[in-house]
C-alpha cells in the first residue's frame, strides 16, 4: 500500500471519528452538528493544518452527489401517513413559495446591494431552497403538529429541484422566453413521475426477490433512488426530485428488512452530511469571509424576515393556515449546505461575482443555523404548537420465509409506545399470527396469555402472508391508541 493512500485513510477515518463524537456533543449541548462539521473543515483547511481545496467543479460535483444520498434518506424515513395530509401545502411550498422568494429576494437585494437583476435574482434562487439534512435533523426533534412537519419535510424534500433549476438557468446565458416555465414544469413532472414508477417498480421487485444476504436489501433500495436521479437527468427533468419520490414511495412499501434499510440509508446520509460539510469547510477561506460578513447578514435578513414569510403565505393561503403556524413555517425555513452547493454553481461557470456570492452564503448559513436551529422549540412553545414529548412509533421490520408462505414481524416497542401494560390477549392479532418469542433486558422469554408488554420489549411474530398487512395494522393501532383501539376508531391502516 503506497504511503499516499495510508495517509488518505487515517485522515478520514480521524474526521469521521471526530465527526461522529461531534455529533454527540451537539446533542448533548443542543447545538447543531452541521456547524461543528463545518469547522472540521475549516480546520483542516489553509487556515488550520494547510491543506488547500479550490476546486470549484469538484465541490460542486460531490456536493450533488451527497445531496441525492441525503434526500434518499430523507424520503425513505418519512411516514406517508404523516405527511400526506400535508401534500399540497408541500407542494406549493416547494414550488411556488421557491419562486416567490427569488423574486421578493432579488428585488431586495438588488435595491439594498446594488446587484445586477440577474446576479440579484441568483443569489435569490441560491437561498431559496431550504436544507434536508437541516430539516431533517431539526425539525424531528420539535414537537408540533403532524401538518406542519409532513409540510416541512415534503417543502425541504422537494424544493431543491425547483431552486436548482432555477440556478442553473440564472447561472447560464440563457434568455428569458415563454417556454422556460413550461421546461421547469416538464422537468418538475417528468422527474416526480420518473421516481414513482422506478419505486413502484423496485418495491414488486424487492417483495418478490429471495435475496443470499440481508445486507443486499439495503443496497439495492438505495441503489434504486441513484438510479431515478440518473434517469430523471437523462429524461432532462429533475434527477434530485425523482431521487426523492423514489426514496418516498420505497419506504411506504412493505420491503422486506425495512428496519435494516431504513439504518443503512440513515447512516449513509449521515456519512454524507459528514462528507458534504467538512468538505464546504475545506474549500472555504476564512480571510475572504471577513469582506462577506455585511452582504451575508443583509441577504440573510431578506431572505428570513421578508421573502420567507411573503413566499410562505401566499403558497398557504388557499388552506387557510392560522397565523401561528405561517410564522412556525416562516421561522423553520432552515438553510444548510444547498445553498452553499448551489453557489458553487456559478463559480464553477466563472460567472462574475460568484466567489462573493459563495462567500456570502458561507456566512448567511453559519448565522441562521445557530438562530433558528436552536431557537424553534422556543418559538413553537411560544406560539402555542408545542405538542410536548412526542413518542416515536413502533418498529416493524419483516424477513421473508418464502417455503413457509410466511413473515417474521421484529416488533420494538418504544418509550411512550401504548402497548406497554397491554396484555398478550388483549393484543388480539389475526389467525393466523402469533407472537412466539418475547425479549426483555437481553434474555429471550416464551410469552404466555398473561404476558405483559413493557417499553423496550422486542417481539418476534410470526404470520402468514395473507394476515401479515393485518397483523401489522393491529399493532399500530393499538401502539397508538391502546388496548381499545378498534372502539376509538384506529386501525393502523393508514400507513
Known amino acids: 500500500m503506497s504511503p499516499e493512500l495510508t495517509t488518505v485513510l487515517g485522515v478520514v477515518a480521524a474526521v469521521l471519528l471526530v465527526a461522529v463524537l461531534a455529533v454527540r456533543v451537539s446533542v448533548r449541548l443542543g447545538f447543531p452538528s452541521l456547524l461543528l462539521f463545518l469547522a472540521i473543515g475549516v480546520l483542516l483547511g489553509e487556515a488550520g493544518i494547510g491543506i488547500e481545496f479550490e476546486n470549484a467543479a469538484l ?14 434518506e430523507g424520503g425513505l424515513s418519512t411516514r406517508w401517513s404523516q405527511v400526506k395530509t400535508s401534500l399540497w401545502p408541500g407542494i406549493l411550498l416547494s414550488t411556488l413559495a421557491v419562486w416567490l422568494s427569488i423574486a421578493v429576494t ?17 443569489w435569490g434562487a441560491v437561498l431559496a431552497s431550504t436544507d434536508a439534512a437541516a430539516v431533517f435533523s431539526v425539525l424531528r426533534n420539535v414537537a408540533v403538529s403532524r401538518r406542519l412537519v409532513g409540510a416541512l419535510e415534503l417543502e425541504s424534500g422537494m424544493n431543491d429541484a425547483a431552486a436548482y433549476m432555477a440556478v442553473v438557468l440564472l447561472a447560464s446565458d440563457i434568455a428569458f422566453t415563454w417556454s422556460v416555465p413550461l421546461v421547469m414544469v416538464y422537468q418538475l413532472v417528468v422527474g416526480g413521475v420518473t421516481g414513482i414508477v422506478l419505486g413502484r417498480l423496485a418495491a414488486a421487485a424487492l417483495r418478490r426477490a429471495a435475496l443470499p444476504a440481508t445486507g443486499l436489501y439495503p443496497l439495492a433500495t438505495v441503489a434504486v433512488s441513484m438510479l431515478a436521479y440518473s434517469c430523471g437527468s437523462m429524461l432532462g427533468a429533475s434527477g434530485l426530485l425523482a431521487a426523492y419520490v423514489s426514496a418516498l414511495v420505497l419506504g411506504n412499501s412493505k420491503l422486506p428488512h425495512r428496519t435494516d434499510t431504513l439504518s443503512f440509508a440513515e447512516g449513509l446520509g449521515i456519512l454524507s452530511q459528514i462528507g458534504l460539510f467538512v468538505l464546504l469547510g475545506l474549500f472555504m477561506s476564512p480571510d475572504r469571509l471577513l469582506y462577506a460578513v455585511v452582504p451575508g447578514l443583509v441577504a440573510g435578513a431578506v431572505i428570513t424576515l421578508l421573502a420567507r ?6 403558497a398557504v393561503a388557499p388552506f387557510r393556515m392560522p397565523w401561528r403556524e405561517q410564522v412556525f413555517l416562516s421561522w423553520a425555513g432552515l438553510r444548510g449546505a444547498v445553498p452553499i452547493v448551489l453557489a458553487t454553481i456559478p463559480l464553477t461557470g466563472g460567472m462574475p461575482g460568484a466567489q462573493r456570492l459563495v462567500d ?10 445557530v438562530v433558528q436551529g436552536s431557537t424553534l422549540n ?23 420465509l418464502d417455503e413457509l408462505g410466511a413473515v417474521l414481524l421484529q416488533v420494538r416497542i418504544p418509550p411512550g409506545s401504548k402497548l406497554h401494560g397491554v396484555y398478550l390477549t388483549e393484543l388480539r392479532l389475526p389467525i393466523g399470527a402469533t407472537v412466539s418469542l418475547l425479549v426483555r433486558h437481553g434474555k429471550g422469554h416464551t410469552p404466555s396469555h398473561d404476558t405483559r408488554l413493557q417499553e423496550n420489549d422486542q417481539l418476534l411474530v410470526v404470520a402468514t402472508e395473507q394476515v401479515r398487512s ?3 395494522h393491529r399493532i399500530r393501532a393499538v401502539d397508538r391508541a391502546g388496548r381499545l383501539a378498534r372502539w376509538k376508531g384506529e386501525t393502523g391502516a393508514e400507513d
Open 309 to 314: 414569510p411573503i413566499s410562505v403565505a401566499v
Open 106 to 122: 432579488g428585488a431586495a437585494l438588488h435595491w439594498l446591494l446594488g446587484l445586477d437583476w440577474r446576479i440579484a435574482l441568483l
Open 360 to 369: 456570502a452564503v458561507f456566512v448567511l448559513v453559519i448565522v441562521l443555523t
Open 470 to 472: 393485518a397483523t401489522e
Open 378 to 400: 422556543l418559538l413553537a412553545r411560544l406560539l402555542g404548537l408545542s405538542r410536548g414529548a412526542r413518542s416515536r412509533e413502533v418498529h416493524v421490520d419483516a424477513a421473508p
Open 59 to 72: 465541490t460542486e460535483s460531490l456536493g450533488l452527489a451527497a445531496l441525492v444520498l441525503i434526500l434518499t
